[in-house]
């Protein structure tokens, strides 16, 4: 049996003291079905401390992301409260173990959703996209994992930083996505590596949503994964990513 409320525990209390942890795969043999029941157990900690569930994150929807870190399927977490990185609440970098940042796109839900949307439905239930920036801190040394530890590990979310809210476009592709450390451009890419379409990693993040039994609301937040490789942010102190005609999302670390 594998303890998932024991193990979810432990990776709170690595994100909570920034201590990174070794991995449960060297040592044990564990489902990708345990892993969601542990990333369920390991939000549920998050939530008893007063920190509502606000979306999810899509993960590995690019190559360049399956490339960068050594896996092959598409996974998701959630997004509560506390991640939103806002100019009244920059990233703390002392509360983060190894911080990585990459460029997304977001996606604010207009209704509830309740069952697995096509790539044609889905810009029918957004009522706002904007740039993002995904901010990533595997609670496991060296930022290394398993397909299982990462998804037990809520896909190494730590936060997330939005640009303004846009009009939904009709379409989504082709769009430069630059992301820059200080002024000094780290990461280029372009809105297709996600999936070939945004649209796509919505519609994945309504499948996978409802298979693993995570809650899709009206207002939600859902990041569609990231277009190039993460970047370490090191002593960087201004983050920022553009997308064409999205606009600029923006952070401080402090
Ligand atoms: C896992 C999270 C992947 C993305 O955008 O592909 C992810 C990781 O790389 O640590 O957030
Ligand atoms: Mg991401």
């Given at each position: 049996m594998i303890p998932h409320n024991q193990w979810a525990k432990a990776l709170h209390q690595s994100a909570r003291t920034q201590q990174p942890r070794d991995q449960f795969s060297t040592q044990n043999t564990y489902t990708l079905k345990d892993a969601y029941t542990i990333q369920h157990a390991l939000i549920q900690e998050r939530v008893n401390e007063g920190h509502a569930v606000i979306g999810v994150k899509m993960g590995f929807t690019s190559l360049a992301k399956m490339k960068q870190m050594g896996v092959d399927d598409m996974i998701i977490g959630q997004l509560t409260q506390d991640m939103r990185i806002t100019s009244e609440t920059?990233?703390?970098?002392?509360?983060?173990i190894h911080p990585r940042a990459e460029p997304e796109i977001a996606f604010r839900l207009s209704q509830d959703i309740n069952s697995p949307l096509s790539v044609d439905e889905v810009?029918?239930?957004?009522?706002g996209v904007a740039s993002a920036i995904e901010i990533i801190d595997s609670r496991y040394e060296n930022f290394k994992f398993s397909l299982e530890d990462v998804v037990a590990d809520n896909c190494s979310s730590c936060g997330f930083a939005l640009g303004p809210w846009c009009e939904v476009p009709l379409g989504l592709n082709g769009l430069d996505m630059v992301q820059t450390f200080d002024g000094s451009t780290v990461a280029e890419g372009t809105s297709?590596?996600?999936?070939?379409?945004p649209f796509e990693a919505l519609a994945a993040a309504t499948r996978l949503a409802l298979q693993h039994g995570l809650p899709l609301k009206k207002g939600m937040v859902v990041l569609a994964g990231a277009s190039t490789a993460a970047h370490f942010i090191?002593?960087?102190?201004k983050v920022e990513v553009a997308v064409d005609g999205l606009g600029t999302a923006y952070f401080e670390v402090v």
């Open positions: 920059p990233l703390v970098r002392s509360q983060c810009s029918h239930v957004v009522d297709d590596a996600i999936l070939d379409n090191g002593d960087a102190k």
